[in-house]
């Protein structure tokens, strides 16, 4: 099975996934990802030991922009409606 390790600074807080211990924002993690499996398995300090010293800092881009999603398909009560009024 083929599988990547990488230390990173979590974007928001979040939990340990092998002792459940809680994580703030910006800690140190070892993002694990297995092949086949598509969530990453995130380990804290707490499991794994200490992250390395010359890990860096969280970047964070655009800060403060949003975009709107928009719907690709139509919902089930417009296409009822297109229905109702055709039929």
Do not use: S, Y
């Given at each position: 099975m083929?599988h990547?390790?990488e230390w990173?600074?979590?974007a928001?807080?979040?939990f340990?996934?092998?002792?459940g211990a809680a994580?703030?924002?910006d800690a140190?993690?070892?993002?694990?990802?297995l092949?086949g499996?598509?969530?990453p398995?995130i380990?804290g300090e707490?499991c794994?030991?200490?992250?390395p010293?010359?890990?860096?800092?969280r970047?964070?881009?655009?800060?403060?922009t949003?975009?709107?999603?928009k719907?690709?398909?139509k919902t089930?009560?417009?296409?009822?409606?297109?229905?109702?009024?055709?039929?």
């Amino acid at each position: 099975m083929i599988h990547n390790r990488e230390w990173q600074r979590l974007a928001v807080a979040g939990f340990c996934g092998g002792c459940g211990a809680a994580l703030d924002a910006d800690a140190p993690v070892l993002v694990i990802t297995l092949a086949g499996i598509k969530r990453p398995r995130i380990r804290g300090e707490c499991c794994i030991g200490q992250a390395p010293p010359e890990l860096p800092a969280r970047v964070v881009l655009h800060e403060g922009t949003t975009k709107t999603i928009k719907p690709i398909r139509k919902t089930a009560t417009q296409f009822a409606g297109r229905i109702w009024k055709h039929g």
